[in-house]
């Protein structure tokens, strides 16, 4: 089955220990839809502006990520520029333009409004909410977002809330949604605000998994090369979320799966700068590396 995904699509100007890219093609749809379309069809719901080079155009398509509803206008692309240093766990962001993103309506193409599978990448949740206007009766609904949207829409994200089956957060967001320090009692407190699924990432920690009927921990792949980190966690997502739409029971054994397999795309994430090492995975290569992490982590 396919899946819509919501999010921006960027040039990055991302510099760490290993060295330094220019306006390099980023953004948390982007990321997401090269670990998505490993499992499944990705249609991408964004914005550029005039300036989006036609090189990642190609590049998006020729991955197989549908663009029908992907806008280009007048104005400039979103950007963003930041820094890692020591250990490459946080970004010191340098410079942010949102450009045409102060414009943004979404839309989706009529063939693609009854696409069952959703993934709200972090954007405004305002254009999450008007993204779900957009599409008919879907089955499964993840979403994703921000400190800076928590801190500065926490209404409108709340809202969004009741509309999704699974919220996807980091140890910190999760923390500054739920006003909670232990990641468990904020796991429930999140999943009492709607969401049935709840997903922590802790980055090199792993991450937390809760529901009703149950709650796990995997954590991350041990990896000894760390180049670039952006994009680490809509890697996973997408791999997560990919996987998911193509199963017709929502059950553990298939939660397991997505994780580990979310988990694993994301370990290839942080090896290359952008998507230079995701755009070239393949299903075969996600499967070699499970089996080196089960000889690592029971499970």
């Known amino acids: 089955m396919s899946i819509i995904v919501l999010g921006t699509v960027a040039l990055d100007t991302v510099k760490t ?3 330094k890219r220019i306006e390099m093609l980023g953004g948390s749809a982007a990321h997401f839809s090269m670990s998505a379309r490993i499992f499944t069809d990705v249609h991408l719901v964004a914005i550029v502006g005039k300036d989006f ?4 155009i190609n590049f998006l ?3 197989s990520v549908v663009l029908d509803s ?3 206008t007048n104005g400039k692309t979103f950007k963003w520029e930041g820094e890692y240093k020591g250990d490459l766990n946080s970004a010191l962001t340098k410079k942010t333009e949102l450009g045409v993103l102060l414009e943004f309506c979404p ?3 009529k063939h693609q409004q009854k ?3 959703v993934f709200l990448a972090n ?3 305002e254009l999450q909410l008007k993204l779900l206007e957009c599409v008919q009766a879907p089955r499964l609904v993840g979403l994703d977002s921000m400190n800076f949207w928590i801190h500065n829409k926490r209404k409108f994200l709340l809202k969004v809330f009741k509309k999704v089956d699974i919220f996807v957060a980091n140890d910190r967001e999760a923390r500054d ?3 909670e320090n232990n990641l468990i009692k904020a796991a429930k407190t999140l999943r009492s605000l709607g969401p049935k699924m709840v997903l922590i990432k802790k980055g090199e920690h792993g991450v937390i998994f809760y529901c009703d009927k149950f709650k796990f921990c995997l954590p991350a792949y041990p990896t000894d090369t760390v180049i670039d980190p952006t994009g680490a966690g809509d890697t996973f997502a997408g791999g997560f979320m990919g996987y998911l739409s193509t199963q017709k029971k929502l059950d553990l054994k298939a939660i397991k799966k997505a994780v580990v397999l979310g988990t694993i795309a994301a370990s290839f994430n942080v090896e290359a700068f952008g998507m230079e090492r995701t755009s070239k995975l393949s299903l075969k290569d996600l499967r070699a590396r499970l089996e080196e992490f089960k000889k690592i982590v029971l499970f």
Do not use: E, Q
Request: charged letters at 30%.
């Open 17 to 19: 220990p290993y060295g």
């Open 53 to 56: 080079p036609r090189k990642y």
């Open 61 to 63: 398509k020729n991955k």
């Open 70 to 72: 992907l806008i280009k």
């Open 107 to 109: 839309r989706v193409a």
């Open 115 to 117: 696409i069952k599978n």
């Open 123 to 125: 954007v405004d949740p």
């Open 177 to 179: 949604l739920s006003g």
